[in-house]
């Protein structure tokens, strides 16, 4: 013989429990609200870290980046006003290599020569 036992669905046994269990749910809902919103506030706090970071990094590099652009603007300069300097001196000892050779044709033969012999001669061995 197997007894039944049916309880009415308005009885205080019935409503107690629904009432716990709707008390339960009513403290996960409440407690996965707070876990949301603590956790939209950490990703939101970091998110703001983070933005912070590549701002003063961005800062950082474009700094850097601005003052390698104006050294090697400064070594560039330099250089080219070297490379002037030593292209107006050639010229000058050109100039007066011409002017040597044309108001002294024998003397600046008979250097050439000598110089060539010299060289020659230091070659050789």
Do not use: C, F
Not at 7 to 24: F, H, K, L
Not at 33 to 62: F, I, M, Q
Not at 63 to 85: I, L, N, W
Request: negative net charge; glycine residues 6%; proline residues 2%.
């Amino acid at each position: 013989m197997t007894k039944s036992v049916e309880i009415a669905s308005n009885s205080p046994v019935d409503r107690n429990a629904a009432d716990r269990i709707e008390e339960g749910a009513e403290r996960v809902k409440q407690a996965t609200s707070h876990a949301v919103a603590g956790t939209k506030e950490a990703v939101d706090r970091a998110a703001d870290r983070v933005e912070e970071g590549l701002h003063h990094a961005t800062d950082k590099a474009a700094g850097a980046a601005t003052r390698a652009t104006e050294k090697a603007a400064e070594y560039s300069e330099r250089g080219r006003e070297a490379y002037d300097q030593a292209v107006d001196r050639a010229e000058d000892w050109m100039d007066q290599a011409r002017d040597y050779v044309r108001e002294k044709p024998l003397q600046s033969v008979a250097i050439a020569l000598g110089a060539g012999w010299l060289l020659g001669r230091l070659l050789r061995r």
